[in-house]
């Protein structure tokens, strides 16, 4: 071997050796902070109480999101450059906008138009101090450029729902937690690939701090999330999501990690809260309810009347959700109308079917229940 070769790989080995710490330390900043928050939690009565909606059978702490976000804040801050710092900073600060809205509606419940303009706010400082922006439609529809304010609209919509989506999943014991692990992964792989080691850092950061909290969180559960955590997983990847599709996008042409489904692609990291939170919508439309509407008519209930234990339920999924990464990664070379397709059409018939066999057969009233 050459000397530019040796160099080549010492350095891929010492990235790749940087991705591992940051996720070894997450993780550990976060397992010593759970129990503390399990104890303070169960001392000062924050808890989750067991209600008609809620799948959940005990008093249950519902602040864990905290640990998740310390060690992802944490780690993220000793691992990436320092030089990077005033790249990173407008994400950090978002997040931490974000957490805070969490954590207040934790202990307070909020109302619904306060947490969506925190979102809007965390958002806004993503989109104008980050220039994190949908800059175009990336040949969908045949439609390439975008008019500013259209870009900024699309932008703050994707970021919503997305972030909203994930946090509509966080139902059952290890769900939330697992399909994020899954979904950051992807993008944490897929970056530290193309290079970009600092949105690698920052997703191995979250996954560490999260498989940390699965360890508590797992059936039986001892501590749930609640919105600090979700909110500030769905916005986190909400940003991969965006950050992936356009440098994805604007990859050379033949570059070998370079997929040519950009959106589509995209929607496979990130599917079953996407299809979970589109399916409810669409219900509850049909039954003539508010979307905004709470009951049980959500992918893990559905399983769950099917006699899956939280476990099995969170498995059937996890299982589901690598299933579609898998057909991005197999059909990488497939152009945007065929994957989008194939995603809405697989998505739609895997719906219907599951509706048939469980809702189907169940009353309005049972759904509520």
């Known amino acids: 071997m050459d000397l530019i070769t040796i160099h080549y790989f010492w350095q891929l080995f010492l990235?790749?050796?940087?991705?591992?710490?940051?996720?070894?330390?997450?993780?550990?900043?976060?397992?010593?902070?759970?129990?503390?928050?399990?104890?303070?939690?169960?001392?000062?009565?924050?808890?989750?109480?067991?209600?008609?909606?809620?799948?959940?059978?005990?008093?249950?702490?519902?602040?864990?999101?905290?640990?998740i976000f310390i060690g992802f804040f944490i780690s993220s801050l000793i691992w990436i450059d320092i030089q990077s710092w005033g790249t990173i900073k407008f994400i950090m600060v978002a997040l931490s906008v974000i957490f805070f809205i969490g954590v207040r509606d934790d202990l307070v419940p909020l109302r619904w138009m306060i947490k969506l303009m925190g979102q809007i706010m965390a958002a806004s400082l993503l989109i104008f101090l980050f220039d994190l922006r949908i800059k175009s439609f990336y040949g969908l529809f045949s439609i390439f450029e975008l008019p500013d304010i259209v870009s900024y609209l699309l932008t703050y919509f994707t970021i919503i729902v997305i972030t909203n989506s994930f946090n509509l999943i966080d139902g059952l014991d290890g769900l939330a937690g697992t399909i994020a692990t899954l979904s950051l992964i992807a993008f944490g792989v897929w970056f530290f690939l193309i290079d970009d080691f600092i949105f690698s850092i920052l997703s191995f950061s979250m996954v560490g701090a999260i498989f940390a909290f699965l360890i508590f969180n797992w059936e039986p559960s001892e501590v749930f999330m609640g919105d600090t955590g979700a909110l500030v997983i769905g916005m986190m990847l909400a940003?991969?999501?965006?950050?992936?599709?356009?440098?994805?996008?604007?990859?050379?042409?033949?570059?070998?990690?370079?997929?040519n489904a950009s959106i589509g692609t995209a929607a496979c990291f990130i599917i079953i809260p996407l299809v979970d939170t589109l399916r409810i919508v669409l219900l509850r439309i049909l039954k003539g309810q508010s979307p905004f509407k709470p009951d049980k008519s959500h992918i893990h209930h559905a399983i769950m009347r099917l006699g899956m234990t939280h476990s099995q339920t969170?498995?059937?999924?996890?299982?589901?959700?690598?299933?579609?990464?898998?057909?991005?990664?197999?059909?990488?070379?497939?152009?945007?109308?065929?994957?989008?397709?194939?995603?809405?059409?697989?998505?739609?018939?895997?719906?219907?079917?599951?509706?048939?066999?469980?809702?189907?057969?169940?009353?309005?009233k049972e759904l509520e229940d």
């Open 239 to 259: 940003m991969l999501t965006i950050r992936f599709i356009d440098l994805n996008y604007n990859l050379p042409e033949h570059y070998p990690y370079r997929f």
């Open 314 to 364: 969170t498995l059937i999924l996890a299982g589901a959700h690598l299933f579609y990464i898998g057909l991005a990664l197999i059909f990488h070379n497939f152009s945007e109308r065929y994957i989008l397709t194939g995603v809405i059409v697989l998505s739609f018939v895997l719906s219907v079917t599951l509706d048939r066999l469980i809702l189907g057969r169940l009353s309005p």
């Open 15 to 67: 990235f790749m050796a940087i991705q591992l710490a940051a996720a070894t330390t997450s993780f550990v900043i976060a397992f010593l902070i759970v129990p503390v928050i399990i104890k303070y939690s169960l001392q000062k009565n924050l808890v989750d109480i067991p209600g008609r909606r809620k799948i959940h059978k005990k008093v249950t702490p519902s602040m864990g999101g905290i640990a």
